[in-house]
């Protein structure tokens, strides 16, 4: 081969390239350390249960400044504790992003829990003002009929693995598995406006009712109408209404028709709760001292979630994953 036949050579191989660059994009090496680049939006709310927007412009800040940022990095440390309360195992975790240990794992899903669960009470309130406590009132009475609705109320047991050296019975539920058996008051719209996640699987609906602050405010008439429950209530409370037992009317049997009917706003609610995140329905495995920050971390997450309207999109996870 001759210089000219070389020079004709390179000249086609380059014209060959450029029309290759035009045709065909180029691709990019995403960074597998960093889940923001390296899944697509679909997969990322798949795996976090938020959108990539929501987590960079809403839980970063919220918890950045209470996270130490060595070795790993404050997003790190909220992506791996999303990703816990999307799975509830540690392994799925350490899998996904790798470099992270075990125990620092469990680290991390405390200190970022904690911090969350810092903001509650910013966003899981009752009702402040009259025009709130109106709007909540019809928008009960819009679902069923019932008139005077502030809340409807319900209790739901979270299954823990580690109950650590206290006694057993204490967390054993009516079912012989070990719990803690958490309160939530709802409003209209399936939000949570009130929570109690301390008392463990062996308390009851009633005893966690009776010595919460949502029992006395009802009863002062600070939430602007009654509370509905279901019949692991305690009766004959003020403003607490629980469905008949033994209807004996058509008025009876109206009450309960009307009683259920809105009741299916907390059912819907705690659904909701837990799909989005499965690690509640799976059972907590983190230390007993932990859990309940991951309870209030979640419910709080959940009100976000709600109030950006940054709701999930993606299909539900698979049990297995």
Known sequence: MDLKEVKDFLEYFDNVEEVSENRVHKRCICDAENPIEFYEDQAFCYRYRFSKTFVLNVLLPL???SLDSEPVSPLIQLLTSLRYYATGDFQLVNGDLRGISRESV????????EGIARHLRDYIQHPKYLEQKQRNVRLFQAIAGFPGVAACVDCMHIKIANIGDHKEYVFTN?????SLNIQIAVGPQREMIDIVARYPGASTDGIIYDRSYLRVACEKGEM???LLADRGYPKKRPNLLTPIVHPASARDERF???HKGTMEVIERAFGNYKRRFPCLHRGLTTELTTSPAVICATTTLYNLGLKYKDNITCEEESLEN
């Not at 469990?106 to 829990?113: F, T, W």
């Not at 009516?174 to 070990?178: D, M």
């Open 63 to 65: 918890v950045a400044n």
């Open 106 to 113: 469990s680290l991390i899903i405390k200190n970022v829990s």
């Open 174 to 178: 009516r079912r012989g598995i070990f």
């Open 224 to 226: 602007g109408g009654v």
């Open 256 to 258: 309960n028709k009307a």
